[in-house]
């Protein structure tokens, strides 16, 4: 066993983490143990945004809606001289923020709807492939962690059906999470704008409208587990309290279950960032992970490394 | 070849209708083939109410709706005088009929929403072990089309991902449709209705509201399809005009598609019907199979056998 346990996981250090995960992954598919679960109940959701990939200076899928703002700006010549437009352009995120949350949801809809999924599909595969960080300078599709990825593979081995439930956008997900993750489109999960389907030169399109559907975040991630999935996790992982009722939701289920959180705090190899942070903050998660059980994965002392090689 | 055909689909008789099936799956699964699918996008869907089971003399989904009405009727003496309630009390389905979209929003609001998801799924699942078809005086879940179970099958083997995709509830099938069709919850696709995460004494649920979220019919299939698979079906099987959309969807992709509708013609050994049906009808399907390309499979002549032993 000690053998294999430097095998597991390699980028996790040997600490109560990596145990809790090893210990839970063992009962669960240890058969004749009294934790022993189905592989067709082995279901295990992931936030996506500081869980999965970086999320710092700014989500990745805002950096892709202020950069298809610029790059339809030559349309829109009206821009100029309107917000949140103006100060998109002028490169002002304080002016953006200004524009709160009705500028947001019109960053969003001037560069989100008004075309096919498949158009839009095509557009975020496209922006993906190119798009760098503003302070690493690598391509987001880099800046994953390398411990998520083993802990991934880890599941599937032990025949964990894996989905992301992210407060995301499901279809700006689903061009690149099966090459990133190996999640396919089927198991992304995220928030959605409402579609219609309609006819374009007697062709059908699903055209994206500018009406949200769902808000997969908070209370929403557990409604979205029951409405696509239909089961309870056994296992859920998140970073920050956008994710506190997907943990309460699966852990609060019967048998053994696991919650995690993966704290930000490692300044140093990523960003350091918590209780007070506008991205990713995580407080009530922090103060209740240790009366519910919940396992705090730090960033500095449980990962001997963040990003893949 | 032949000696395989006569194994392959054995409640299929000989004609047009197998051939185009098994044609089809043996152009998109041999390899090297121009028509070649890769399994990850062998997506299969089915519409279930007079395509896997029998839809006739009324919806499953209707007569679980009247009968917990009658269950619940103790509780509510108001419903003795108050219609759709009336009606439904005094067995008067005519009644209930006059009371049109209104009264059977009302029925479904109080026999499928006020409930968690999961005791609503025991509710189901409950009815159904036990309910039996008006007529035939059988389960319902032996009211399933034989040809169809080996159709699943036959799709399965080859590496289909199946989905059912109907404009019934999602989570009035989700309970029983792996052990009748062996389609998990998370392949099951239909019509829902808003549900809230709450704490109830301390304890997470997901409380159903009496709130539409999705339609799952005509159009709202290829939505339905698209937010939940998040990729074009390669094959869609239905037997109305709710599902043309689906089909149009599924067969105007690149590549080689099928479209196939269920034609109910047999008055012997199930119900005739099609074009002027309230349930179920079949009208453009049949006038635009031909030029669409759409398989029409006669239950008369193309099965030898409807149920199962
Ligand atoms: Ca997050
Ligand atoms: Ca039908």
């Known amino acids: 066993l000690p053998a294999m346990s430097t095998e597991l996981l390699p980028s996790w250090g040997e600490g109560e983490a990596k145990a809790a995960i090893v210990d839970f992954v063992t009962a669960v598919t240890t058969e ?10 082995r279901v295990a959701t992931f936030d996506n945004d500081g869980t999965l990939w970086s999320e710092q200076p700014l989500y990745v899928q805002l950096a892709f809606a202020l950069d298809r703002i610029r790059d339809l700006a030559g349309d829109h010549p009206e821009w100029r001289d309107t917000e949140p437009f103006k100060s998109v352009l002028a490169g002002d995120m304080a002016g953006v923020i200004a524009t709160g949350k009705h500028g947001l949801a019109q960053i ?15 557009i975020a595969a496209d922006w993906i492939a190119t798009a760098r960080h503003p302070k690493s300078g690598k391509l987001y599709t ?19 059906e894996i989905y992301i439930v992210s407060g995301g956008g499901i279809e700006f997900m689903r061009p690149w999470a099966e090459k990133v ?12 704008i409402r579609t219609r389907y309609e006819l374009r030169d007697g062709q059908p399109v699903l055209m994206r409208l500018p009406e949200i559907d769902h808000i997969d975040d908070k209370e929403g991630k557990p409604v979205g587990i029951n409405k696509f999935i239909g089961k309870r996790p056994i ?28 704290h930000h705090d490692d300044a140093e ?26 396992v705090i994965v730090s960033m500095k002392t449980d990962w001997t490394r963040i990003f893949p090689k």
Chains 1, 2 share one sequence.
């Open 269 to 294: 190899r990523e960003v350091a960032y918590d209780r007070t942070s506008a991205i990713g903050k995580l407080d009530r998660g922090l103060d209740e992970a240790p009366e519910r059980g919940w």
């Open 108 to 122: 969003l809809a001037a560069s989100h709807t008004g075309m096919s999924s498949e158009e839009f599909s095509r």
């Open 235 to 262: 296992a859920a992982f998140g970073n920050s309290d956008g994710d506190f009722q997907m943990l309460e939701w699966t852990t609060s289920g019967e048998g053994r279950r696991l919650g995690l959180l993966i």
């Open 181 to 192: 993750y190996g999640i396919p489109p089927e198991n992304v999960i995220g928030s959605s």
């Open 32 to 41: 004749g143990s009294s934790d022993y679960v189905p592989p067709a109940d």
């Open 142 to 160: 880099s800046m994953i962690y390398q411990p998520m990825l083993e802990l991934l593979d880890y599941l599937r081995k032990n025949g964990f």
